[in-house]
């Protein structure tokens, strides 16, 4: 199907960290992630583009209207139609979709953040709700493995954010919240001027401890019974916390350059949580 091949080819061109994870899906599963992560992926772009803060919240407009109509199989985007098919075959509740929206809309109206809880809602809008639709195509037994999506979405975005955060300020954005900044003595002003020094380590250090923190919390809450349907989330899950330990490795020298691993790296990671058959606990990564 012609739309079909547009979603794996949007989520080919993207060059996600997920796409490692994606190919090991089964066909069925893997098509419809490809759909779901397309779908995120044009989201997202509608507010990365280039131009105006209004012109980009019309459009976002006319996506969500499209959204509503492609639910009833009735848009102009074939993708969206595509959409309501894989929604209704693995029964995703369409809030997960308004709420991403929701999410990237936030990034149009607010470029700074007073505390966590403000960020959490942002972490959980954009990057929670899309672990919650693809929950739904992995297929679980038990409710908690829902939760394990939530922590999850909430590390891989924290990790995100601390990846990049000198190209975020570079656009005006600004995620670590206020009280942080406030808490090590660190300003705004001296972020963006890419000061290095004790504070701004202090600043980071938090930041990466408070990740940690929700990829533990996620790891607690995959039931032995879903550890396999997950495997997927899982490389992302160790993908990025493999991250997250090189930018501490490397003393958090973010205006240096920006931090990843190598495609070798992600390979070996994949393969090794695809054949795994026991859960990772958080201590043994430590």
Same mark, same amino acid.
């Given at each position: 199907? &012609?739309?079909?091949? %547009?979603?794996?080819?949007? %989520?080919?061109?993207?060059?996600?960290?997920?796409?490692?994870?994606?190919?090991?899906?089964?066909?069925?599963?893997?098509?419809?992630?490809?759909?779901?992560?397309?779908?995120?992926?044009?989201?997202?772009? #509608?507010?990365?583009?280039?131009?105006? *803060?209004?012109?980009?919240?019309?459009?976002? /407009?006319?996506?969500?209207?499209?959204?509503?109509?492609? @639910?009833?199989?009735?848009?102009?985007?074939?993708?969206?139609?595509?959409?309501?098919?894989?929604?209704?075959?693995?029964?995703?509740?369409?809030?997960?979709?308004?709420?991403?929206? +929701?999410?990237?809309?936030?990034? @149009?109206?607010? =470029?700074?953040? !007073?505390?966590?809880?403000?960020?959490?809602?942002?972490?959980?809008?954009?990057?929670?709700?899309?672990?919650?639709?693809?929950?739904?195509?992995?297929?679980?037994?038990? /409710?908690? =493995? +829902?939760?394990?999506?939530?922590?999850?979405?909430?590390?891989?975005?924290? =990790?995100?954010?601390? +990846?990049?955060?000198?190209?975020?300020?570079?656009?005006?954005?600004?995620? #670590?919240?206020?009280?942080?900044?406030?808490?090590?003595?660190?300003?705004?002003?001296?972020?963006?001027?890419?000061?290095?020094?004790? +504070?701004?380590?202090?600043?980071?250090?938090? /930041? =990466? /401890? &408070?990740?940690?923190?929700?990829?533990?919390?996620? $790891? *607690?809450?995959?039931?032995?019974?879903?550890?396999? !349907?997950?495997? !997927?989330?899982?490389?992302?899950? &160790?993908?990025?916390? $493999?991250? @997250?330990?090189?930018?501490?490795?490397?003393?958090?020298?973010?205006?240096?350059?920006?931090?990843?691993?190598?495609?070798?790296?992600?390979?070996?990671?994949?393969?090794?949580?695809?054949?795994?058959?026991?859960?990772?606990?958080? !201590?043994?990564?430590?």
């Amino acid at each position: 199907m &012609r739309d079909l091949d %547009t979603a794996t080819e949007i %989520t080919r061109k993207s060059k996600t960290n997920f796409m490692m994870s994606f190919a090991m899906l089964p066909e069925h599963k893997r098509d419809a992630i490809h759909t779901v992560y397309a779908f995120c992926r044009c989201t997202d772009d #509608i507010v990365d583009d280039e131009g105006d *803060a209004e012109t980009k919240s019309t459009r976002l /407009q006319r996506w969500t209207d499209e959204l509503e109509k492609g @639910l009833r199989n009735e848009s102009a985007h074939p993708l969206l139609n595509r959409l309501s098919v894989i929604a209704d075959r693995f029964h995703i509740p369409a809030v997960h979709f308004f709420d991403l929206i +929701r999410g990237m809309r936030m990034d @149009l109206e607010k =470029t700074r953040y !007073a505390t966590f809880d403000e960020l959490y809602e942002y972490c959980y809008n954009v990057a929670s709700t899309v672990g919650l639709m693809c929950s739904e195509i992995f297929g679980y037994t038990h /409710q908690e =493995t +829902r939760q394990y999506a939530i922590d999850l979405g909430i590390a891989l975005q924290l =990790t995100n954010i601390v +990846r990049d955060v000198k190209a975020d300020a570079a656009i005006g954005r600004i995620y #670590i919240p206020k009280e942080d900044f406030d808490r090590f003595g660190y300003s705004y002003d001296e972020l963006l001027g890419h000061r290095y020094n004790e +504070r701004f380590v202090d600043l980071m250090r938090f /930041q =990466t /401890q &408070r990740a940690r923190s929700y990829y533990g919390r996620a $790891r *607690a809450s995959l039931a032995h019974e879903d550890h396999a !349907a997950f495997f !997927a989330a899982r490389i992302m899950d &160790r993908i990025y916390f $493999r991250i @997250l330990d090189k930018i501490e490795k490397k003393e958090f020298a973010l205006f240096d350059e920006r931090i990843s691993i190598s495609g070798f790296s992600k390979f070996r990671i994949a393969v090794a949580e695809y054949f795994s058959r026991t859960p990772v606990q958080y !201590a043994t990564l430590s």
